[in-house]
């Protein structure tokens, strides 16, 4: 199955900046997803973006907050801006290489906005 | 539309006890199951799966299978270790395209083993 890179860890940012984070796959898959875990509670998918295509978003999330890239097969990352406290959660990528394997994520990016 | 309903816990069991974590879902079609584990610190990880009736999904000495008739996907291990201790999250996805491939997730069961 795929390995997921994700960057950073965990970041401790003040209300009203930006953070951009990013995820590398070690093999080129068509599918990824960005999902958010509130402190305590389930994951959430905030949007899937597809190579060559703008991201689809979940209900409730909209571009101009979580705009997302994806370059290329292997590459994707989510920016959170213009952040509020109740943006502190964690965000997780992943990726669905082959059904056969199912979905893998990366190990999370810790966000705590001050 | 797709939802997943597990049990909340949180559940403590002693080192050696027999462990059951209920899920039961619903879907527009036949979906595959998962089940992930979420260590202290970690991220997700696939724990084990079912992609259609009557399978039965294994890994660790966890195992689970895929109930048609109750839309079910329980989760038991017949010992629990205390490194099992961890958050389990029982999933869904339909697999049929489109935003179909998402996974839906339950709400998670914080499970603690005790020495």
């Known amino acids: ?92 990528c992943s990726v669905l290489p082959q059904a056969a394997y199912g979905y893998t994520f990366g190990s999370g990016t810790r966000l705590t906005v001050v | 539309g797709n939802s997943v309903t597990q049990m909340e816990g949180p559940v403590t069991l002693s080192e050696e006890a027999f462990l059951t974590i209920n899920c039961t879902y619903t879907a527009t079609g036949y979906p595959s199951l998962f089940w992930y584990v979420q260590y202290p610190g970690e991220g997700l990880q696939l724990l084990l799966k079912a992609t259609k009736a009557d399978d039965k999904g294994s890994n660790k000495g966890f195992e689970a299978t895929y109930r048609k008739e109750t839309t079910s996907f329980h ?38 083993v005790n020495p």
């Open chain 2, 75 to 112: 989760l038991e291990k017949g010992s629990v270790q205390v490194s099992d201790s961890a958050v389990y999250f029982c999933a869904l996805s339909l697999n049929s395209g489109g935003s179909n491939y998402k996974l839906t997730f339950g709400k998670g069961t914080l499970l603690t």
């Open chain 1, 1 to 92: 199955s795929a390995v997921i890179s994700q960057k950073p860890s965990r970041d401790i940012c003040q209300r009203g900046t930006s953070l951009t984070i990013q995820c590398q796959v070690d093999s080129q898959v068509t599918m990824m997803f960005w999902y958010r875990q509130q402190p305590g509670q389930s994951l959430t998918l905030i949007a899937t973006a597809n190579q060559g295509s703008e991201a689809t978003y979940e209900s409730g999330f909209v571009i101009d907050k979580f705009p997302i890239s994806r370059p290329n097969l292997t590459f994707s990352t989510l920016t959170v801006s213009n952040m509020s406290p109740e943006d502190s959660s964690i965000y997780l």
